[in-house]
């Protein structure tokens, strides 16, 4: 039992955090977060990352500053090595989330790309903020021809990140990432993913959504503003970043922050369903909306495995 690795997913707010807790209790377990917007310190309630740890030992949440550009690659180095320690203390590795690339990542494995030097990384973003989106790409599938189709002039990103790539090995990154593999066998794996019916979500995002409007969010919100971070890095999409400041400069009501942040969340569910349904197919999928029916279903299928 103590070579197996848990994998929780499931889209926001389904319920995967207490479901992860409780299960740590039950098969003395520890969390390592897999969702790429808990990992930044200072964005706590807009990423809904977990607060009532009931001293279960969380891993790999709040971690990363928002100035940083932290990939999957980086993230799956981490993760390798808490699953090795875990494993090494008797303990079950539970990995929790809604990043489905992470997840991906862990079980198929991704190109071990050599690290970026920080330099190399300031002066890419720095080159894609000058340029911007279209002459960006325009230079990235110039320099790497194999990016073309692959990686879109919308996602500057992964158009950073090739281009740096690149510029550091000499190789393309889509060759890197022909070259994966697993460091962990797939029979150690318990994979669960949860999705409920879309009403029930609908109505948990809701709700979510509302605590969220709070003093606490503005204070958090403004203190990130206050960083000045580039636009190209990832945390100034965490839903709600724009919409508050939005709120912010008068260009919206309360009402309307409050409706646009329920409706980015549940747009984001959808993405996240859409993704379950096609990389996810050989899961265990729960649709329980009763938490005590869904534990125990859990339960017995780790207890099985």
């Known amino acids: 039992m103590y070579a197996k690795i848990i994998l929780l997913s499931g889209p926001t707010a389904s319920g995967k955090s207490k479901l992860a807790i409780d299960l740590a209790k039950e098969f003395s377990g520890e969390i390592i977060n897999a969702d790429s917007m808990q990992v930044y310190k200072e964005i706590k309630i807009l990423s809904a990352r ?5 001293k279960i030992k969380h891993h790999l ?17 981490l993760v390798e090595k808490k699953i090795n320690e875990i494993h090494k203390r008797k303990k079950i590795p539970i990995i929790v989330g809604g990043t489905g690339l992470y997840f991906k990542s ?13 330099k190399t990384r300031n002066e890419i973003i720095k080159l894609h903020k000058k340029l911007g989106n279209n002459l960006f790409y325009q230079e990235l599938i110039t320099l790497d021809p194999k990016c073309k189709n692959v990686i879109q002039s919308t ?6 990140r090739a281009y740096e790539v690149f510029m550091k090995t000499n190789k393309s990154i889509q060759d890197w990432k ?11 794996f318990i994979k669960i993913v949860l999705s409920p019916e879309k009403l029930f979500l609908h109505k948990k995002i809701e709700e979510r959504s509302k605590l969220m409007i709070s003093n606490k969010t503005e ?19 965490i839903i709600g970043i724009k919409e508050f400041r939005d709120f912010f400069t008068k260009a919206i009501s309360k009402e309307k922050l409050l409706e646009l942040i329920i409706l980015r969340t549940k747009q984001y569910a959808k993405r996240q369903f859409t993704w379950q349904r096609g990389q996810m197919s ?15 279903k859990v339960s017995n299928l ?4």
Request: hydrophobic share 35%.
């Open 50 to 54: 977990p607060i009532k740890l009931e």
């Open 282 to 296: 050989d899961w265990n999928q729960f649709f329980d909306h009763d938490y005590q029916k869904l534990f125990k």
């Open 106 to 118: 862990l079980i198929n494995g991704i190109a071990r790309i050599p690290t970026i030097p920080k």
């Open 302 to 305: 780790v207890s099985k495995t």
């Open 61 to 77: 949440f709040g971690f990363i500053s928002v100035k940083q550009n932290f990939s999957t690659g980086e993230w799956l180095q």
């Open 219 to 237: 204070k958090e919100v403004k203190q990130f503003m206050q960083l000045k971070i580039n636009p190209s890095l990832p945390a100034n999409f």
């Open 155 to 160: 996602d500057p990103q992964r158009m950073i």
């Open 178 to 188: 022909k070259e994966t593999r697993s460091v962990f066998d797939n029979s150690q």
